[in-house]
């Protein structure tokens, strides 16, 4: 009888702690997206939908890099490298030849890989920036838009109202 009563006991213990860890991890994935539109398409990634990779690299130079790596299952990709990364802040890319840091969008079917360009005479005024909204050292949040451009198929694609809120891997 003893056993007859306890094994409901058991059963609903094992149901709560499945049921809590079962919350946390899915909490885990929620946590992370990055969210755009391009070209008015809406375009959404998160640990479920496809890849998330967010990093800081410590750099030959010495300066800390970060990286972020961001590709859907249907193999739409946005990618971003800021060198010399200081936190949060807004960072920008083709406003001069020495600001090595890029930012790209990129799918491999058709393939095509667009990138912000820099500042041509004659293209007008284009913005691409990215701002650090948020840095915990754990969590990365932002938002960005750019330009991106395909020197084989000489096209555009517009990248804009992006948002990301990303765990950062430790340090390497």
Known sequence: MKT????????????????ACSDDHEALYDEQFLTANINAEKYTVNSTSGKVHCEKILANYGAIDLLVKVESHSGKNIEFRILNYKGKGLYSFGD????????????????????????????????NRLEITDDDGTIIKGNFEFSGYENSQFSWRSVSQGNFNLRVR???
């Not at 007859?4 to 049921?19: G, H």
């Not at 001069?96 to 041509?120: D, L, Q």
């Open 4 to 19: 007859l009563s306890a094994t409901p006991c058991l059963l609903l213990i094992c149901a709560t702690l499945l049921f």
């Open 170 to 172: 430790p340090m390497r």
């Open 96 to 127: 001069n030849p020495m600001n090595k840091s890029w930012i790209s969008y990129s799918e491999a079917s058709p393939p095509g890989n667009w990138t912000a360009p820099y500042r041509v005479p004659g293209l007008g005024d284009i913005t």
